[in-house]
C-alpha cells in the first residue's frame, strides 16, 4: 500500500563505525524516519548502490525526496553528479562542520547499541552486531517523537509496520 507524502522530504546522510564496521546512516526529514545499512567498503559506487536501494524504498512508499544534506568530511560529497542524475539537490555543511540531526540520530543508535552489549554475556560477532544496529534502527523509528504531527506518525508506522511483516 503506497504511501502518498504530504511534503517534499529531504534526507540527511552520514557514516557511522561501529567497531570499525562502516554504516550508513539516513535520516528522512520531516518524516523523522532513520534508515541504516551496512557498508561493504567505502567505494563510490559500493556507497550509491546503498543510498539508490534507500531511494528506492521510500519511492515505493510514495515518499519524493529532493534535498540531501551531507557532511564533507564524510566522503559523500564525491557523489553530487550522481544525486544531480537523479534530482536531487545535494547540499554540503560548512568545511569542520557536521550534519547535526543525523549526528544526533548517530549517537542515539550507538549509545542503544552499547547499553544492548553491556547487558550481554558475550561479545557480538560481527554478522549479530550488524543485526544489532539494524534493529535498534528500527526500535527507533517505532517510538512517536514529540515533533511529529498526525501525519508523520502515520505515515512512519506505516513503513516500520511493513518493514517489520517482511522480516
Not at 522530504?9 to 534508515?35: A, K
Not at 550507538?110 to 557480538?124: A, F, N, V
Not at 539494524?134 to 527507533?140: E, P
Amino acid at each position: 500500500m503506497p504511501i502518498v507524502a504530504h511534503e517534499q522530504q529531504h534526507i540527511s546522510l552520514d557514516i557511522m563505525h561501529v567497531r570499525e564496521m562502516p554504516f550508513l546512516v539516513t535520516l528522512v526529514t520531516p518524516l523523522n524516519l532513520i534508515l541504516s545499512s551496512k557498508l561493504d567498503n567505502r567505494k563510490t559506487s559500493h556507497i550509491w548502490r546503498k543510498i539508490s536501494s534507500q531511494l528506492a524504498n521510500l519511492k515505493k512508499k510514495g515518499i519524493r525526496v529532493t534535498e540531501t544534506t551531507v557532511d564533507p568530511k564524510s566522503g559523500l560529497t564525491r557523489l553530487d553528479n550522481l544525486f544531480g542524475d537523479v534530482g536531487i539537490k545535494l547540499k554540503h555543511v560548512a568545511v569542520n562542520q557536521h550534519v547535526v540531526a543525523v549526528e544526533r540520530r548517530i549517537r542515539m543508535i550507538k549509545e542503544r547499541s552499547r547499553g544492548i552489549i553491556s547487558t550481554l554475556p558475550y561479545r557480538l560477532c560481527k554478522k549479530l552486531l550488524e543485526s544489532l544496529i539494524c534493529r535498534v534502527t528500527r526500535r527507533i523509528n517505532m517510538e512517536p517523537s514529540s515533533v511529529m504531527t498526525d501525519m508523520d506518525r502515520r505515515h512512519g508506522s506505516l513503513i516500520v509496520e511493513e518493514r517489520l511483516t517482511i522480516r
